[in-house]
């Protein structure tokens, strides 16, 4: 099982950035997918999740309303659109998949810079 997340960079506040997480070696369809963050020093966060179906997110209240979870089941692909970011939104960002039996998987992650 691979989880390849891709799309971090360094973005001044208030720019955007699309973060992808392609996934293989599983049945991609079946699993409830999710990002989460993790700043120097600060504890793992969930910052999104998005059902296996793609019918149902949630986000943290941090990023409501900035940011955007959406999946490709065709390409095994999920997306998290940042937009408005802010120099907190800086970390590391990981992307999880969980199926019905608890399960899970972690990508490696990918680093995002906010600052001018």
């Known amino acids: 099982v691979q989880l390849v997340e891709s799309g971090g960079g360094l973005v001044q506040p208030g720019g955007s950035l699309r973060l992808s997480c392609a996934v293989s070696?599983?049945?991609?369809?079946?699993?409830?997918m999710s990002w989460y963050r993790q700043a120097p020093g600060k504890e793992r966060e969930l910052v999104a999740s998005?059902?296996?179906?793609?019918?149902?997110?949630t986000y943290a209240d941090s990023v409501k309303g900035r940011f955007t979870i959406s999946r490709d089941n065709a390409k095994n692909t999920i997306f998290l659109q940042m937009n408005s970011l802010k120099p907190e939104d800086t970390a590391v960002y990981y992307c999880?998949?969980?199926?019905?039996?608890?399960?899970?998987?972690w990508g490696q992650g990918t680093q995002v810079t906010v600052s001018s």
């Open positions: 998005i059902t296996s179906s793609g019918g149902s997110t």
């Open positions: 999880k998949a969980r199926n019905s039996w608890g399960i899970e998987y």
């Open positions: 070696g599983l049945t991609f369809r079946r699993y409830d």
